[in-house]
């Protein structure tokens, strides 16, 4: 576990190593290209606001969601406006998906602007205090403003895949000429180096959104003073993600936990279900479940598939949200205090 200072600087690292990596990278296609840096920088601006503008509409089209009318719930609605008070934030639009996985989502850039999308499966598998811990998580995003910054951010490697893909393409169509030669070995050139800043800057990004969710986690333990109920959601949540039909993947970072992650983390756990099946029942309840992730962790193969993710592997996640509640026992409930322990 880092401390609190020792998250920010990972954060403040990230984000500066990426603005140095984009800019060297801009100005190498500018060089490459013949043209004026700045033009780069504008054209780069302009897709990053195209992002923001489209990234709300993105996820509404692919998970489907709809709007709740107020009354429609009131027992979320209560819950959410609770929570909401407490943090003394302001109530965001919540909308419902009929989707059978228990798994939860936010996105907007402002607290007032934002959305709260839980999946009928989340209401309908887990009890309200792991309900109650779901939604203080995704209020943690919005407290931080982790789409603005995601959002922003993913856009970056993106700009170098288009690069590559679209300098690859006219580097191939080039004609047999010395100087067409000469011309598509660079266009060649440029794609190659396009798509190792993409493979790099998405290692970077997927970093930086596994940070965030661990301050959401911590986020959620310091609202519900409860750390015990989103260990058992994230429990409840992998098993039941693993089993469900997957995700948009254009959308993974955006929910409480990642699908994909989830379902190569439980296909390790079933392999060996003799194993963690305590009392031989024939079922991994919470407990069990939780016990094989953490054993699960001295995998090589979890810890590497683990820098692809947009989330935490569970079993670190609950080991956080373990220490946070030993704390909380010794008489802490501050929120820097908690996130000190991340």
Same mark, same amino acid.
Request: charged share 20%; net charge positive; aromatic share 12%.
């Given at each position: 576990?880092?401390?609190?200072?020792?998250?920010?600087?990972?954060?403040?690292?990230?984000?500066?190593?990426?603005?140095?990596?984009? /800019?060297?990278?801009?100005?190498?296609?500018?060089?490459?290209?013949?043209v004026?840096?700045?033009?780069?920088?504008?054209?780069?601006?302009?897709?990053?606001?195209f992002?923001?503008?489209?990234g709300?509409?993105?996820?509404?089209?692919s998970?489907?969601?709809r709007?709740?009318?107020?009354?429609?719930?009131?027992w979320?609605?209560?819950?959410?406006?609770?929570?909401?008070?407490?943090?003394h934030?302001?109530?965001?639009?919540?909308?419902i998906?009929?989707?059978?996985?228990?798994?939860?989502? /936010?996105?907007?850039?402002?607290?007032?602007?934002? /959305?709260?999308?839980?999946?009928?499966?989340l209401?309908?598998?887990?009890?309200?205090?792991?309900?109650?811990?779901?939604l203080?998580?995704?209020?943690?995003?919005?407290?931080?403003r982790?789409?603005?910054?995601?959002?922003?951010?993913?856009s970056?490697?993106?700009?170098?895949?288009?690069?590559?893909?679209?300098?690859?393409?006219?580097?191939?169509?080039?004609?047999?000429?010395?100087?067409?030669?000469?011309?598509?070995?660079?266009?060649?050139?440029?794609?190659?180096?396009?798509?190792?800043?993409?493979?790099?800057?998405?290692?970077?990004?997927?970093?930086?959104?596994?940070?965030?969710?661990?301050?959401a986690?911590?986020?959620?333990?310091?609202?519900?003073?409860?750390?015990?109920?989103?260990?058992?959601?994230?429990?409840?949540?992998?098993?039941?993600?693993?089993?469900?039909?997957?995700?948009?993947?254009?959308?993974?970072?955006?929910?409480?936990?990642?699908?994909?992650?989830a379902?190569?983390?439980?296909?390790?756990?079933?392999?060996k279900?003799?194993v963690?099946d305590?009392n031989?029942?024939?079922v991994?309840?919470?407990?069990?479940?939780?016990?094989?992730?953490?054993?699960?962790?001295?995998? /090589?193969?979890?810890?590497?598939?683990?820098?692809?993710?947009?989330?935490?592997?569970?079993?670190?996640r609950?080991?956080?949200?373990?220490?946070?509640?030993?704390?909380?026992?010794?008489g802490?409930?501050?929120?820097?205090?908690?996130y000190?322990?991340?």
């Amino acid at each position: 576990m880092a401390n609190l200072f020792q998250l920010k600087a990972r954060m403040i690292f990230v984000l500066a190593a990426l603005f140095i990596f984009f /800019t060297g990278f801009f100005y190498l296609i500018s060089f490459a290209f013949e043209v004026n840096p700045i033009y780069s920088f504008v054209l780069a601006g302009f897709f990053i606001l195209f992002q923001f503008l489209l990234g709300p509409v993105v996820v509404q089209l692919s998970t489907g969601l709809r709007y709740l009318k107020k009354g429609e719930n009131p027992w979320l609605e209560g819950m959410v406006k609770a929570l909401c008070d407490k943090a003394h934030l302001d109530v965001p639009r919540l909308a419902i998906v009929e989707d059978p996985s228990p798994n939860a989502f /936010t996105f907007g850039y402002s607290a007032k602007g934002a /959305t709260l999308a839980v999946h009928r499966g989340l209401l309908e598998r887990l009890n309200t205090e792991e309900i109650q811990a779901v939604l203080a998580h995704e209020l943690g995003h919005i407290r931080h403003r982790d789409a603005l910054v995601i959002t922003g951010i993913s856009s970056l490697p993106l700009i170098a895949y288009l690069i590559a893909r679209s300098t690859l393409f006219t580097g191939s169509t080039y004609g047999r000429g010395r100087k067409g030669k000469d011309n598509a070995g660079l266009l060649i050139l440029v794609a190659i180096v396009s798509y190792i800043i993409y493979i790099v800057g998405q290692l970077f990004v997927y970093g930086f959104s596994r940070m965030r969710e661990n301050y959401a986690d911590a986020y959620s333990a310091f609202l519900t003073a409860n750390p015990r109920g989103l260990i058992s959601a994230l429990s409840r949540i992998t098993y039941g993600l693993a089993l469900a039909p997957k995700e948009q993947a254009g959308v993974r970072a955006f929910y409480i936990s990642d699908p994909i992650l989830a379902a190569h983390e439980v296909k390790e756990i079933a392999d060996k279900g003799d194993v963690y099946d305590l009392n031989r029942d024939g079922v991994l309840d919470e407990k069990e479940l939780s016990l094989a992730m953490e054993k699960e962790a001295e995998s /090589t193969w979890v810890r590497m598939n683990s820098l692809f993710a947009t989330h935490p592997p569970t079993y670190k996640r609950i080991l956080l949200l373990k220490q946070i509640e030993k704390e909380m026992k010794t008489g802490i409930s501050n929120e820097k205090q908690l996130y000190r322990l991340i």
